[in-house]
């Protein structure tokens, strides 16, 4: 005979001295057990995807680079990035040449909001850029031969 009495939640057997357990009891009790863990770990709205457990335990990554001084050179970066920010290493963020034209040294953007100019993203894509003349009155330096640069990117 089943047990007198059931837990509350699963309804799993509580034998009381008089109680005779049979052997389909404990069959019982695993199988509901097991269903009520299997659907507590199929509920994805009580855990976290590997995908999102990633982007909690390692938001960002740092990469550095040395510039090649061409016009563009692209930075494969290892993620799919959402926002990063550029720099020179060792430099101001920003300055001004013998001329007053303004030398960016740094950058921020953002896969879907733009940027500060200097740089682009695209999926784990970073195309920095380098001009040797001003446009406008702007040199974006984030690409200069033998220049050394970092980049950290957020997931």
């Known amino acids: 005979m089943s047990s007198t009495n059931k837990t509350e939640y699963l309804a799993l057997n509580q034998w009381l001295g008089t109680d005779r ?8 009790d695993n199988r509901i ?3 009520a863990v299997k659907l507590h770990f199929l509920d994805t709205s ?4 590997i995908e999102q457990y990633n982007k909690i335990q390692e938001p960002y990554v740092f990469v550095s680079y040395v510039g090649d001084g061409n016009e563009s050179q692209n930075i494969d970066i290892g993620i799919n990035a959402k926002f990063i920010i550029v720099f020179t290493k060792d430099l ?3 300055q001004t040449d013998n001329n007053g034209n303004i030398l960016l040294n740094s ?6 909001s733009g940027n500060t ?4 993203v695209s999926d784990n894509i970073v195309t920095v850029y380098f ?4 446009v406008n009155g702007i040199r974006y330096n984030l690409n200069k031969l033998n220049g050394q640069y970092c ?3 957020f997931k």
């Open 107 to 112: 950058c921020i953007t953002a896969k879907s």
């Open 131 to 134: 001009d040797a003349t001003p």
């Open 33 to 35: 057990i097991d269903n």
């Open 21 to 28: 357990p049979q052997r389909i009891d404990f069959v019982d």
């Open 46 to 49: 009580k855990h976290l995807s």
């Open 117 to 120: 100019g200097g740089a682009v």
């Open 151 to 153: 980049i950290v990117a």
């Open 92 to 94: 101001p963020l920003m």
